[in-house]
């Protein structure tokens, strides 16, 4: 069969299976197995697939149509210019996860010294490894608490974090682990946290309800981790070091609240591609 008449069958197939975007899947999975883009299909689509490639295809094109999250059947997915590896036990990047990295970059891009920061609930490290592309005088621990998740980010960190992202092994709604993660005050903490409230989860999309519900569940109301965030590593911040904390798009009152009362001042909501609440950032004063 031509490479053509398979990413046809794939596209139907997803159709079928009610996947939210067929084309876009099929294509990316024949860019997984042959590594033609759109344009290198239209160009070599009548080439005749070896059995095996075949077969590989077919395979992913079915477990896609199980609603397998298409980023854990490629492996990997781009964040920013860089294509982190990705799997199942920790939570894909999002692009709208680039508002809370160029938010907190924004207010550290005056600064020339050095700087230290801390990245909660890392996951793959999207967002310290971001924010780190970002600034260039930056270095961050990564806190992550899960091990799946850990595994991926030692590696993401090691293919893209030049030595200036360490991941560190932490509990971000343990008093203690703040105690002991903060050796000296941070100039930045920025977090992409679980806010999905614990009663909406079986709502979420097939593929979500797939990946980690520790990195979506933020507790009866969403805000579990904003109050520890607010309680326990707030206070670790150096006065004028920058919060940053990505959130659900009906959580910016309640977060700008929190984090209000925890000493941030210059609080700022930044919305999404969508127009949508996305990130709440500020400073901290004492």
């Excluded at 009610?18 to 344009?39: H, I, T, Y």
């Excluded at 569940?217 to 805000?223: A, E, I």
């Excluded at 590593?233 to 009152?253: D, F, L, N, R, T």
């Amino acid at each position: 069969m031509t490479l053509s008449a398979l990413y046809r069958m794939g596209k139907v197939s997803l159709r079928k299976a009610n996947c939210d975007s067929p084309e876009f899947d099929a294509a990316c999975l024949v860019e997984k197995v042959w590594g033609l883009d759109r344009q290198g299909l239209l160009l070599h689509g009548n080439r005749e697939a070896l059995p095996q490639e075949e077969e590989a295809f077919l395979h992913m094109i079915e477990e896609r149509a199980k609603h397998r999250p298409l980023q854990y059947i490629l492996g990997s997915w781009p964040f920013m210019e860089m294509e982190l590896l990705v799997g199942e036990g920790v939570l894909a990047p999002r692009e709208d996860t680039e508002v809370v990295v160029r938010a907190a970059a924004s207010l550290l891009q005056n600064t020339s010294s050095p700087l230290f920061g801390m990245d909660l609930c890392g996951g793959t490290g999207a967002v310290a490894l971001g924010l780190c592309s970002l600034v260039p005088h930056l270095r961050m621990d990564c806190v992550e608490w899960m091990p799946e998740a850990f595994a991926f980010l030692e590696q993401n960190t090691h293919r893209f974090g030049k030595g200036r992202v360490q991941p560190v092994r932490g509990d971000v709604l343990d008093a203690k682990s703040a105690e002991n993660l903060f050796p000296h005050p941070v100039d930045v903490l920025i977090s992409n946290p679980p806010y999905v409230r614990a009663g909406e989860i079986p709502d979420l999309q097939p593929e979500v309800q797939q990946e980690p519900h520790s990195a979506l569940d933020g507790g009866q109301d969403g805000l579990m981790f904003y109050r520890a965030i607010a309680d326990f590593w707030i206070p670790k911040v150096k006065p004028g070091g920058v919060v940053a904390v990505e959130i659900g798009e009906e959580q910016a009152q309640d977060v700008c609240e929190l984090f209000a009362k925890a000493g941030v001042k210059e609080l700022c909501i930044h919305q999404d591609f969508a127009g949508l609440d996305r990130a709440v950032t500020g400073i901290y004063v004492e």
